[in-house]
């Protein structure tokens, strides 16, 4: 068992595709806080804001817990989690419904101290 301390903030039912929340979650693990803060801010796609917002939560619960700094802080695990998916039909041609499958996700980052070398 390792003795470093790690904060844990999960979104759920985030109204994106797993897929998509990978493809941002994927550049930010195993970054510090600042250069993750940095890369999700400039980041063009829409589910980098709501990691972004999961991100500052996972920070804070460290901070408020276990009193560690921001400056101590690195992404140590994320993951995108399927959720339910809503499903809804259009109407379409000669009386059939087309359907229509809206994906939701569980985001979770964590967050661990690390020692600068």
């Known amino acids: 068992m390792n ?3 790690s904060a ?3 979104g759920r039912y985030i109204r994106t595709s797993p897929f998509k929340a990978r493809r941002v979650l994927d550049q930010i693990r195993g970054k510090t806080y600042t250069e993750a803060s940095l890369i999700l801010e ?3 796609y829409r589910s980098s804001r709501i ?3 999961i991100l500052r939560s996972a920070i804070a619960n460290a901070e408020h817990n276990y009193g560690l700094s921001k400056n101590q802080l690195k992404i140590t695990a994320t ?3 399927k959720g339910p998916i809503f499903k809804r ?3 379409r041609a000669q009386g059939r419904g087309y359907p229509i499958r809206k994906p939701t ?3 979770t980052v964590e967050v ?3 020692v600068k070398n």
């Open 3 to 5: 003795n470093q301390k």
């Open 42 to 44: 400039f980041m063009p």
């Open 105 to 107: 996700c569980h985001i």
């Open 89 to 91: 039909f259009r109407p």
């Open 51 to 53: 990691i972004l917002q």
């Open 112 to 114: 661990g101290e690390y």
């Open 79 to 81: 993951h995108a989690d």
């Open 8 to 10: 844990i903030a999960v």
